[in-house]
Structures are given as C-alpha cells and as structure tokens.
C-alpha cells in the first residue's frame, strides 16, 4: 500500500484581486522508503504541495491520505502516524544548547532524561551534525540547520519526512551532502519528500515530479545516480 | 594562433598527446579508453595521419629514444617514437576547446528549426515542452552525488577533481532548461487565457 496518497487535491488561495489555484487536481503516490522531489518555479504550488502532504494545510477538494489516515484529522494525526515535516530552522531560545533543545521535546513525550540525550545526539550524529550537540541553537549556521532540522524529524521515529527546499539556503558545494543525507535515509527506510526549486535537488532521487501553475507535469522514476564517495588522494 | 585540424580525431589526439608524452600504439590504447565510441577510431592509420598532421603544423614533435625495458615487458627492438606538445599545439587545443564549449549557433537554428515543424500549433509544442521536461528531469535524475565526508582525510586527485568540475556544468545546463520550461509553459497559459478572453487571467 502507498504511504502517501493524494486524490485529486485542489487547493485556492484568494485575495482581493484574484483567486489562485496553488493545486489543480493533483494524484499522486509517495511508497515507504521512496525518495520524491517535486521541481518548480516560483509559485508553481510546490511548496503548497509539501505542506498539504505534510498535513499542515488543508485541501479545498480531495483528499490526503498518510498510512490510511486522513489528513483532514490534523497536523497531530499525521505525526502519530508517522510522518514529519523538517523544520527549516529551530525558532524559540536562540541560547539554548541544542541538544537540550532536542532533548526536551523527547522528555515532553515521556522519555527519561538520559535516554532522550542519547537519542537526540544519535539523530543528530545520523545527520551528520552529531559536533553541533553543544552549540547554541543561534550559532547554527545554515547547512547545519538544516541538518538539525533533519534530525529533529527523526526523532519521531517517522516513515515519511516532509522537507521543503533543503538545498536552497546551503553553500552550493554543500548541496550534495545534504541530498546524499536524505538518499541515506530513504534507502533505511524511511520516505522523504521534497520540495526543489533548482534542478540540482534532483539528482539522486528516486522519482522526480515537475510542477506547474499548480499541475504536475513530470512524474519520472528514472534509473537514479549513487552517491560517490570524494575520494581522497592515497599519497600524501 | 589560426589553424584547422578539421577532425575532432586530430584535436583529441593533440589533447591526449598535451596531457601526457606518448607513442604512437600508446596513443591509440588511450583515444580509445578515453573516448570510446564517441570519436570514430577505426585503424591505427587515423592516429598515425593525426599524428602527421599534427607534426606539420607545428602543434607536436616527436623525439626518438630508447625504451625503458621496465615499462613494456616485449623485449623491444625498435626505439620508439614519442610525441610532445608545443606551446603552440596548447594554444591552439585551448582555443578550439572554448570555441566547442561555446553555443554551436548552426546547431541550435537546427533544432529552432526542428522544433517549429514538429509543433505546428500549441497543443503540440505543449506536448514538446512536457517530453523536454521529463528528458531534462530524468538527466538530472542520474548526476552523481558527490559525498565529501569520506574525503575528510585528504585531498581529491587533481585529474578527478577536473573531471568532477567539468561534469558539474551540466546540472546548471539542466538548471537553465528548466527553467526555459517553466517560462514557456507561463507564455502558453498566458496566451491562452487571453484567447479565452477569461477575466482573471493566470
């Protein structure tokens, strides 16, 4: 059974001087363990996409089903069900260390203390920011951002996670890991969609979609790259 | 510098012989790794006539030497004939190479050409721009990711990290043509709505 499924949903937004269709009838699959990223220009709808598939919005028409559930029952029934929207950057104390940031949520939820430390820096060493433990939450610079942003996802223990323009605000020479970051997620396991607004965000991915004017263009599942290890010269 | 090889056999040739001194067998073995089928190869006489012609025009010379026995386990009774470039033949590679990176004007009339027989009204070229678009995703699609935390230890090859750069250009090619799409999709809506007479537009 598909994990994300979206049946003909439309989405409007108005204002004083027209109404537009951010979605027009959009259907669409997401499988467990895919990695989707839907390309698009400037209000082409991919964003809206996201967060209608993340739960955050609700569709005018159709529906948004995640693992069965409807996504008409709210943002907190999603993530029960397992699905996550990585946040772009933590809001709240800018002081706070940020593993007790991450931790905190975890405690909030029931865990001990200790055991959600160990679990907040695992995520965060799985994201490759596992140095960024005992940083401020403000001194995050933006690659690593978006790294905790990715961990802080997993530690809903999701089976999708929703991410809008991971590459968007990183250095260019930094792109690459954060897409290997999400093709290794993807390949444990656990699903991710995403959003790109440059062609670069779909290298790798297992389905790339286009959007446009709120329709989708291009849905193709092509034979996809593997990540390359930089090689590092034997001699030195 | 004005000089017309004419074949791309003969600048590839020149390349190879820049990058590296060889002899004329050696020359052969590596045209034919390094560019397969893309250059058309078909007998050791193509690199020897390349190799003429390169020598005429001043772009390589060749000195005679005895072979190191360690390199070739052939017991070798000839000396071979290795070929170098001169300043002169990197110039003009360089050159020839800019030109070819440059946008082939003849091409792209072509294809402008093409494109406006196949798509004889609208619908058509809409449904042009929408196999365009799921060509460029999916080239997109199968570009390498490059993973730099296993180079933490060292540096990347010099020759690897040419090549890497060098491919990297596509992606802001694809970058481009994408966006080319989406423009032309807004032009096709745009042209629409204003033949619908439709208030509201796009």
Known sequence: MSLLVFDGVTKRYADARRARTALDAISLAVEPGELVAVWGGRASGRTTLLRVGAGLEQPDAGTVRFGGVDLAAGAEAATAAGLAYAQPRLLGPQRQPLLDRLAVALVARGARKRDARDEALAALERAGVGDCAHVRVGELDATESVRVGIAQ???????????????????????????????????????????????????????ALTISAGRLRTNVAAERATVVPLRPASSV | MKTSLRSPVNYAVLGLVIEKPSYGYELLQRLRARYGELLEVNSPSHVYAALDRLQRERLIVH?????????????????????????????????????????????????????????????????????????????????PLVDRSAAQAGVEPEREFVQRLVAEERRFVLEAQLRWIDYAREELRDRAAHRDGSAGGR
Do not use: F
């Not at chain 2, 033949?89 to 070819?100: D, H, I, N």
């Open chain 2, 63 to 143: 000195n005679t030497e005895a072979a190191d026995p360690a390199e070739d386990e052939r017991p070798v009774r000839q000396p071979k004939v290795t070929y170098r470039a001169t300043a002169d033949g990197a110039v003009v590679y360089r050159q020839w190479l800019a030109e070819r990176l440059r946008d082939d004007e003849e091409r792209i009339e072509l294809l402008g050409r093409l494109i406006a027989v196949g798509a004889r009204d609208l619908g058509a070229l809409g449904d042009l721009i929408d196999r365009y678009d799921a060509e460029c995703v999916s080239v997109s699609q199968r570009i």
């Open chain 1, 153 to 207: 996802a997993l530690l809903v223990q999701p089976r999708l996670i929703a991410i809008d323009e991971p590459t968007a605000t990183v250095p260019l020479i930094e792109r690459d890991g954060i897409l290997a970051l999400l093709r290794a997620i993807a390949d444990s396991g656990v699903a991710v969609l995403m959003t790109a607004g440059e062609a670069i965000g779909l290298a790798g991915v297992d389905r």
